[in-house]
């Protein structure tokens, strides 16, 4: 029979101005899965590693990715939700099912799409067959997903460097399910409680101590898998809210008290969450006074891999006003400009509209005379660990513009900004430039921070900001801190 797998990934951010289409996601069925994810340091490259040393078959479902965005289409939810029942009905019932998710995806009509895909797995395999799920740290976990799994499992990281060895983790556990050596119990621990990105990185601060936790409570043997999840901080739904998720082995008093434990201790670091934000101007100053380069500004209030549109004109604005004596280099999304630069071509000068082509409300558009220096189809390969890596990416027709010594990279399509191969691909150098901008609250820095001199997460407005409070929260369950500061933690904790 064989164990089913199958991934349907996206972060939903409820504030952004760019909907998610089924195309979006770029799906592959059967045979491609295993093409697309064989070899890769993905979720689902650690459960077809596991499969094959244990020797188990994999049945490949599919493999849907996409780039954070607001919900997802109505009548496109109801295609994916048909597709994922129709291939996990066809044929023989699978031994166990593996499923790759993120944990904060929404559509419309369905604020919980991680949970209405297990519970259709569940209705249709019935209670005897292992199901254990993979999620991202920044999950929305909800007691849906927890009442159709047998084991949700949370990313260890931020930045995501751990994708494949969280696969196998997931792997190991359902195999362990199969041979009849674990019989797990989940508990569940929400809080009423966001915390901002910028500050959720697990190589220091609070989220590092609380992910030390979590591992010291494995290696101990008392729980089979600990997952802390930070939640993302842009998602307005009703079940909204910080978690901790403690799967033992059977025993379920157990799980319960290590995950009130935990939570508690996720609570009362609430405060050490607060972010420092450097305006602009100052951060350019402060890093013009560095020796060397590059220095990172980070405007993760436009973060493309947090649901912003990638247009911000925020940083891009004073990069050209400084007139800066060394080269920066920032990416932008705007069509209209791509357009333009690829009608003008390699070499002429153009004026023209960069940024403020999506989000209005917070950014406009900025008029410049650039010099155009390329035009590419606007693909290339992550190459760090995590985040896509070894697979190719497609952000549409793009162009690289000079302004003076700003390098604009110029896309159709958002990306990723994470990995300084974006700009190494379309010809700029990182580590040649002064200031290189990243659309990024801390995933940036797993491949920046060895390199970088200096890094400022610079203010400026989008609906990925940091200043949780000047967003327009309707949905979430209230008292919730940081929106509500006088917020007290139940009882039932």
Known sequence: ??????????????????????????????D?????????????????????????????LCAAWAITANRLARKDWLRVHAEFSRRLERGATPEALLL???????????????????????????????????????????????????ALVGYQTYPHVDLYETGQKAARLALRMLRGTLTPAMALRKLPLIVPAETMPTTS??????????????????????SVFGVQPWLDVRDMGCSVVVVTGGDRERAERHASVLARRFWDARKDFDVRLTPVRSAIRQAMRIRGGPVVLAESSDSTGSGSPGDSTGVL???????????????????GAVAQAARAGVG????????GSFDRKNSTPLRLT??????????????????????EVS???????????????????PAMTLDPELYRSHGIEPCRSKIVVVKSPAGFRAAYEPIAKGIFIVDTPGVSTARLRSLPFRRVPRPIYPLDPGTRLPETV
């Open 348 to 355: 002429s000068s153009v004026t023209l509209d960069v940024g």
């Open 370 to 391: 650039c010099r155009v220096r390329l035009l590419s189809d606007g693909r290339w390969t992550p190459t760090i660990r995590g985040y896509s890596a070894g697979t």
């Open 395 to 413: 952000m549409g027709k793009t162009a690289v513009l000079e302004a003076g010594s700003v390098r604009i990279l110029v896309a159709e399509r």
């Open 100 to 150: 790759a998710m993120h944990g904060a995806q929404a559509a419309d009509g369905e604020d919980d799409v991680t949970g209405s895909l297990l519970e259709r797995a569940r209705r249709t395999l019935g209670r005897r067959v292992p199901i254990v799920a993979t999620l991202d740290l920044h999950a929305n976990v909800t007691p849906r997903m927890v009442a159709n799994a047998d």
């Open 32 to 60: 491609e899965v295993l093409e697309r994810h064989r070899g890769k340091p993905t979720e689902m490259g650690g459960f077809l590693d596991v499969l094959r040393r244990s020797g188990k078959r994999p049945v490949p």
């Open 317 to 335: 604005r004073e990069l050209v006003a400084a007139n800066l004596p060394e080269p920066s280099a920032i990416f932008v999304v705007d069509p």
């Open 205 to 226: 601060g609070p989220m590092r101590r609380l992910i030390e936790r979590a591992t010291r409570l494995e290696g101990s043997g008392l729980a089979e898998s600990v």
């Open 1 to 30: 029979m064989g164990v089913a797998i199958a991934s349907v990934q996206q972060e939903t951010n409820t504030f952004s101005p760019v909907g998610t289409r089924y195309r979006d996601f770029a799906p592959v069925f059967g």
